[in-house]
């Protein structure tokens, strides 16, 4: 079985793009309009994977037709980007089921547009966030590798919003890099999107790695992470 959140996005996307056309909902209409891109994931009932975050994904001008949904593997660069082959060299050759996720199926290629809520209203976050919680819910990670500081604050690593709101506990990262933590449970803060929600991550014993950014040059070589370091993480993880 595939795990894919289409369905559920475009029925939001399609609300509000079906709202009257105003002067401060223009850009929003023109950016629902480029259509949206998701991961195709397989289920997998043992909850024994490494998932892996990014926000949203981009945008090509001069290719604006939308892409369609495949498999994380199935991924590749484009305009000169690096962003696919850095997230594959964390996992390759481990021989783990690996899933991908953005936390917003929204194409746009600048994360400081994206985060402005002028650009994508906070009610429409909301509502895809939902949905990508859900989703990350029933991929049912034991790893998730965030590689995005920007997007920290979605996953509730920031006390002042909450949004998803997982309840993470610090933890010894042995890798040395980004920081590592153990996911409690969804906190009890009137913010958090879904009330009353009973995450099954805590009890499946899922690992958070926040880290930096990877890809477009951002980081020195030796800062990557590689599957070198998954390995001793998920290694570490399974013993604790």
Known sequence: MIINPRPQYQSVIEKWLNMPTTEANATLKSILQRGIWCCNNKANESCNRILISGINPSFDEKHPEEPADCSFWETVNANGSD?????????????????????????????????????VPLELKAELLRI???SIEEICPKLIINPNMGSRVYWGLIDKYSWMGYDMEPVKNIIDKGDLYRIK??????????????????????????????GNGVLRQ??????????????YINNL
Do not use: C
């Open 83 to 119: 962003y696919w082959q850095t997230k594959k060299n964390m996992v390759v050759g481990l021989g783990l089921p690996v899933a991908y996720i953005d936390l917003f199926p929204l194409r746009m290629t600048k994360q400081d547009g994206f985060m402005k809520d002028k650009n």
């Open 185 to 214: 449970g969804i906190k009890s803060k009137e913010d958090v999107l879904q009330h009353g929600f009973q995450s099954k991550l805590p009890e499946s014993n899922t690992f958070f790695l926040q880290y930096k950014y990877h």
């Open 222 to 235: 030796e800062q990557y992470l590689n599957s070198n370091d998954i390995k001793l993480l998920w290694d």
């Open 132 to 134: 990508t919680q859900n």
